[in-house]
């Protein structure tokens, strides 16, 4: 397990460009946080890092974007999945089937779907306003 302590949306975009150079065809990102806490500003840095040159954004009201890449990059929001049927209509398993690199934001929502193998990433808010705690759990 590993902590990181980033002081402004910038610095956690920074880190996550850096994480990303390390990631593999199939992973899942699987994120944990309230609202806010930086989830799609670390994705926003993935993108970067793999060298896919989008506008990332949260993907709340589409549920999922693919910002494409190689490996390409799905960005999910859970948020408002309930049952398997929701998650089936997403899409999850066939992207993770096509070798994507998954960010899957409110994971909590879908805790017993998540492979073994997933890296969890969970961010918390810091001491300052700004400041996020960054936890990783499963990195390879």
Known sequence: MREVITHSVAETETFAEEF???LKPGTVLAFFGGMGMGKTAFTRGLARGLGINAGVQSPTFAIVNDYGGNPPL???DMYRIE???D???TGFFD?????YILAVEWSENIENALPENAIRITIAQG???NDRIITIDGEE
Not at 95 to 99: C, H
């Open 95 to 99: 992207y993770q089937d096509q070798g």
């Open 83 to 85: 049952s398997w049927e």
């Open 87 to 89: 998650l089936y209509t």
């Open 20 to 22: 990303a150079k390390d």
């Open 74 to 76: 799905a960005h999910f």
């Open 127 to 129: 001491e300052g306003e």
